[in-house]
């Protein structure tokens, strides 16, 4: 904005310099022309390289800058004595007013300079009437004229950039709020792609280990070293494209007992983002596993294909026993998260359709422009249109920082309009009262423009917009005044002293007309000098020195005005969309940046969670050093899978999370066919995450070691949670010993574990006990 502020205060001060040089020079004698020409054409020499340093900022120093500008003033200023008469007087006063104004603008960000260039134009324009008129004092009305429209400048920038900043400190609190969604979404799509690729990798290779030695164990190092290598990977953070056929050639068909023979019809290459790339294969990898494991076959056939308007589907199908998709429990994680989940992530869709008897048919489906960005999900996508939602988020940005900048404006016109109506404009109409015929109609226009500026102040002064209907009335009374000042002011008055009207109404229609294209602004000013030439000419045509003193005049005010009008739309219709545009692109950078900072560190977190437990059995198991015929080691296993069972349940939106999750660990224990009931006595009430792990990890360990029979019982009150396993096996004592803990899981104060053998059968109790403030809410439940 200030960049803006400044070209338009150089540009609008080099053209009116220009133009009313020309008409000065118009209304001077012959004989004094060629000396106001060696004054005046130096001084538009000084514009022109003022302009030149618009263009290159930094080639010429500050100082030579103000230099410049101090000397249009002084060169206009002495330009006075030598052409003489009124033409002189006014050209230097419309020259001098303009500029001090906008050098306000030029110096926005230096008001010391400003202010002295200013105090110089009062000085020579004092000093030039003096020089015009020996021996009489200098008029002192024009030079409070020209203080008033400085402070009133000021006072505009200020109120402008004030809004702006509201603007910005707006633009960017919603922004920071959008950016924490942004990254909580992103933050949650990579959780879940974590634990689908958890479950797929080290969960499945796990369990598998921890359900017994009888088959072939060969498979299993490459597994567990493969296993090591998803983990270690930083997901979300692929980027660019992947030949989709080349990736579904390697989809692995499984080892010993579970492999499959995959028939493949994959029409390639499918070029294909590598988010959703990976997301298909990945699903494709599992699904082929289920069929493995599920189906009862050893055959399948997968498909791979473009249809008509670049939709990639994927289909694997077999000839199984099949089963009934809606049957399967939420927390089966392998269709729900690993399949479903990953293509819902990345823009996508996969269906399962299945009867019992009937086989089996998964379909992925991905459409390249049904893909909605967002920073940090993994998928590259190629330029393309903004999409909607960031369409929406741009254009509200925009919406705001215009908002406000048209509200400033507004205030700023409205400022400008009192300010010079109850000063300059009440004293002319109070100073000329026997001039005008009649004076009533004069006085009555005034209070009319008065009423027209307190009827706006009360809409914008409440920061609400003036409704259409009443802007269109008040935009009429305001031409009626102008039409009642200029035929009831003498031809010969116009634009002078005594018209008061001439210079104010402009101002009143321009904070009526700031939210409209300029163009319905020009045309007001058009009607409005229509008018007043009309009642000009009606009493005969002026001579060529009166058409220059009003061209003059005209263009001080109603030339000021426009160029106010002109700034003011390109503020609204260009600084604020590329101010809106420059924030989306900043934030969009710092989200990015921040998305993946955050995403590195969840990474790293994770990981470590894995090093003192699930790490260290797949490197074993991976190098050899560990064996799947070690009932130490089977058992270990079934004790992380357990774990991260439970922890794939941390994510289900269910009413219960303790239940869920200690029935996701009873469900690995009875997959080794261990025989587990489950007891509940009391509702659980809210109980935190790191509760429930600190409550079911002790149960988990003891059902991962069971293998005959376990009762598992919940006990709630409001002052406690009680959940214990009576386990009715035990071997070499080592239910007894304490198990290590999870990485990343401490031992939470409020929770104590107690554990306890009595006839071959091992009793383990976690014990949580309320907070108070939580017993009082769990009373009232």
């Not at 402070?151 to 920038?157: C, F, I, M, V």
């Not at 086989?359 to 049904?370: A, D, K, S, Y």
């Not at 149960?699 to 009150?717: D, G, M, Q």
Request: glycine share 8%; net charge positive; charged share 20%.
């Amino acid at each position: 904005m200030i960049l803006t502020l400044e070209r338009y205060g150089v540009w609008f001060r080099s053209i009116v310099v220009c133009l009313c040089s020309a008409l000065g020079v118009v209304s001077a004698d012959a004989a004094d022309i060629p000396l106001a020409l060696s004054l005046l054409v130096p001084a538009l020499l000084a514009c022109g390289v003022r302009l030149y340093a618009l263009r290159r900022p930094h080639l010429l120093p500050l100082a030579l800058l103000w230099t410049l500008d101090a000397g249009v003033v002084v060169l206009t200023g002495l330009s006075q004595p030598v052409i003489g008469g009124n033409g002189a007087d006014v050209m230097v006063e419309a020259i001098v007013g303009i500029s001090v104004v906008a050098f306000q603008y030029e110096w926005a960000t230096r008001p010391v300079f400003g202010a002295a260039l200013a105090a110089l134009g009062v000085v020579v324009c004092a000093l030039g009437d003096v020089l015009a008129s020996p021996g009489h004092s200098p008029d002192l009305i024009p030079l409070v004229r020209m203080l008033i429209q400085v402070g009133l400048s000021r006072a505009a920038y200020l109120i402008v950039r004030t809004r702006a900043r509201a603007a910005d400190r707006s633009a960017a609190a919603r922004a920071a709020a959008r950016r924490e969604v942004d990254v909580a979404a992103a933050r949650r799509a990579t959780e879940r792609e974590y634990l689908a690729t958890l479950h797929d990798t080290a969960s499945a290779t796990l369990l598998m280990v921890s359900q017994g030695d009888g088959r072939d164990w060969s498979w299993l190092p490459p597994r567990a070293r493969q296993d090591l290598g998803a983990l270690s990977a930083v997901p979300g953070f692929e980027t660019g494209s992947v030949d989709l056929a080349e990736l579904l050639g390697c989809v692995p068909e499984g080892e010993g007992e579970d492999r499959v023979r995959l028939k493949t019809r994959i029409e390639g290459p499918l070029a294909v983002p590598s988010g959703p790339g990976l997301a298909i294969f990945n699903g494709v990898r599992e699904a082929v596993t289920n069929v493995g494991r599920h189906a009862g076959v050893r055959e399948a056939e997968l498909r791979a294909r473009v249809e008509e308007g670049g939709d990639v589907v994927v289909e694997l199908s077999d000839a199984g026993r099949g089963f009934d998709p809606g049957s399967v429990p939420a927390r089966r994680r392998g269709i729900s998260n690993s399949i479903v989940g990953r293509m819902h992530a990345v823009g996508g869709s996969a269906t399962i359709t299945s009867e019992p008897g009937s086989g089996t048919l998964v379909r992925w489906h991905w459409h390249p422009r049904g893909r909605v960005s967002q920073a940090g999900d993994g998928a590259h996508v190629t330029p393309a249109p903004r999409p909607p939602r960031a369409q929406v988020q741009h254009a509200a940005v925009v919406r705001l920082i215009r908002g406000q900048l048209l509200h400033g404006a507004q205030l700023a016109a409205l400022l400008i309009s009192l300010v010079w109506q109850f000063t300059i404009s009440l004293r002319r109409l109070a100073a000329y009262q026997d001039v005008y015929r009649p004076a009533w109609a004069q006085t009555a226009a005034f209070v009319c423009l008065a009423v027209v500026a307190v009827v706006g102040a009360t809409y914008l002064l409440r920061g609400r917009q003036i409704p259409p209907r009443v802007r269109w009335w008040s935009l009429g009374s305001v031409l009626a005044v102008s039409a009642v000042c200029a035929f009831t002011l003498p031809p010969e008055q116009s634009t002078g002293p005594a018209d008061w009207a001439f210079g104010v109404v402009g101002w009143h229609a321009l904070f009526l007309l700031a939210d409209l294209r300029v163009r319905v602004f020009a045309a007001f000013l058009g009607a409005h000098m229509g008018l007043n030439a009309t009642a000009v000419f009606l009493s005969g045509a002026p001579t060529a020195a009166e058409s220059a003193v009003m061209g003059i005049s005209t263009i001080s005010a109603c030339g000021f005005q426009l160029s106010v009008g002109v700034l003011m739309t390109h503020l609204l219709h260009g600084t604020a969309p590329a101010a809106g545009t420059a924030a989306a692109r900043e934030e969009e950078l710092r989200t990015r940046e921040r998305i993946h900072e955050d995403m590195q560190r969840d990474h790293k977190e994770r990981y470590r969670a894995l090093t003192a437990t699930t790490v260290p059995l797949l490197v074993g198991l991976g190098h050899g050093t560990l064996s799947p015929h070690d009932e130490e080691v089977r058992l270990r296993c079934g004790v992380e899978a357990a774990r991260m069972r439970r922890l794939f349940a941390e994510s289900d939106a269910v009413s219960d999370p303790l239940l869920n999750e200690l029935r996701a660990c009873v469900e690995v224990a009875e997959h080794r066919g261990a025989t587990i009931s489950l007891a509940v006595r009391g509702r659980q009430g809210e109980v935190p995450v790191r509760i429930r792990r600190e409550l079911i990890d002790p149960v988990a360990v003891t059902l991962s070691r069971t293998r005959s029979i376990a009762r598992v019982t919940v006990v709630s009150t409001p002052s406690s949670v009680r959940v214990s396993v009576i386990s009715e096996d035990r071997a070499d004592g080592r239910h007894t010993e304490e198990p290590p803990r999870a990485h990343g899981h401490a031992a939470d104060a409020g929770v104590t574990v107690a554990r306890t053998t009595r006839d071959g059968s091992l009793w383990v109790e976690a014990v949580w006990r309320r907070p108070t403030e939580l017993q009082e809410l769990t009373r009232h439940e």
